[in-house]
């Protein structure tokens, strides 16, 4: 009994583990209110994932500097019960505010939105840099 409770612990650990592999990697925001775009790497952080942004893109697709590359976007990151669907925190620079934040993962398409005030907003799609 005792290894069979203990089999099932291990394999909820390995499921939640490969869900959380699931959004590893680099996505490409969709543009925000200036039209800029972002490329946010997201990665392990301790028990949760968290994105920071790398690059930023102007509305031509050109590489141009920002006071946010280098800053966590995501942050406190985690499957939830839904397969596919993440809860954390989010930062959008355009408006300078944080959200709790819902992302969806279908593939290579990630709908980023956020929960501010009571009401939910999405943002568009991401879309899986590699």
């Known amino acids: 009994m005792k290894r069979m409770m203990m089999a099932a612990v291990l394999a909820l650990i390995a499921g939640a583990v490969q869900a959380q592999d699931a959004l590893i990697g680099d996505w490409r925001t969709a543009p925000d209110d200036n039209g800029h775009t972002g490329l946010i790497r997201v990665a392990q952080c301790g028990a949760s994932l968290c994105g920071t942004l790398v690059e930023?893109?102007?509305?031509?697709?050109q590489s141009m500097a920002s006071e946010n590359v280098g800053r966590q976007i995501i942050w406190d990151t985690n499957p939830t019960t839904d397969a596919g669907v993440y809860r954390g925190q989010i930062y959008s620079p355009d408006r300078d505010a944080?959200?709790?934040?819902?992302?969806?993962?279908?593939?290579?398409?990630?709908?980023?939105c956020g929960r501010r005030l009571g009401i939910e907003r999405c943002g568009g799609n991401w879309t899986r840099v590699n």
Do not use: I, K
């Open 56 to 61: 930023a893109f102007d509305e031509g697709g």
């Open 98 to 112: 944080t959200y709790n934040s819902r992302l969806y993962l279908s593939g290579n398409s990630l709908e980023v």
